[in-house]
C-alpha cells in the first residue's frame, strides 16, 4: 500500500484531485440555478477538458531517467493512470450533477472523459508530463469556435460537442482512447 501512496505522490495525484473537486463545485454553483435536462454541451465539456488537464501533471515522473530504469513494468501502470484518472474526471462530473441541474447524459460524460484522457494520453507521448494539457486545450478552442459541422471531417473534429450516440463523436472518442492510452503506456512520457 505504501507503493501506491509514493506512486500518487510523486505523479501529484493529490493537486489533481483538488482542481477536480474545485471546477465540480463551480460548475455545481453555475448550473444549479439552470433548468432541468441537458443543454448546451458547452459547460460540461469544460469540466472535463479541465479535469483531464489537471490530471496531465502526473503523465510525467519527477525523473524521467529513474522512471525508465525502474524494475517494474509501467504499462499497466501508466494503463490504469490514464483509465483511472479518466473515471475520476466523468465521476466528478456526474456526483456534480446528481447536486444541481443535469448539464449532460451519462453516456455523454463518459465518452468524452474518455477521448479527453486519451488525448492527453498522447500529449504526454508526443510532449512530455510538462505539455500534455495541450492537446485537448488545442481541440477544445477550436472545438469551441468553430462553426457547426457539416461534414464528416468536421464532425469529427467538433466530437465534443456532438449528442451521444453520434457515430463520429463516438468513434473519435474510442480512437482517441485506444491510441492515446497505448501510445503513453508503451512509450511513457517524452523527455
Known sequence: MRWLTLYARSRQVPASLAAVVIGMVAVWALARDEGAGPGDPRLPVLVLAT???????????????????????WVPRRTAHVLLA??????????????????????????????????VALGAAL??????????????????????????PMEVAM??????????GTWTALVLTVVGSAAYAVAGPRR
Open 51 to 73: 479535469g483531464a488537464m489537471a490530471f496531465s501533471i502526473g503523465l510525467g515522473g519527477q525523473d524521467l531517467a529513474l522512471d525508465r530504469t525502474a524494475a517494474i513494468r
Open 127 to 152: 510532449s512530455g508530463g510538462q505539455y500534455a494539457w495541450t492537446l485537448p486545450f488545442a481541440w477544445l478552442s477550436f472545438s469551441f469556435f468553430a462553426p457547426p459541422p457539416t461534414s464528416a
Open 159 to 168: 466530437w465534443m460537442l456532438l449528442p451521444p450516440g453520434t457515430a463520429a
Open 86 to 119: 479518466g473515471a475520476v474526471v466523468a465521476t466528478a462530473l456526474l456526483t456534480a450533477q446528481t447536486m444541481g441541474a443535469s448539464m449532460a447524459t451519462t453516456a455523454f460524460v463518459v465518452r468524452d472523459s474518455a477521448g479527453l484522457m486519451g488525448l
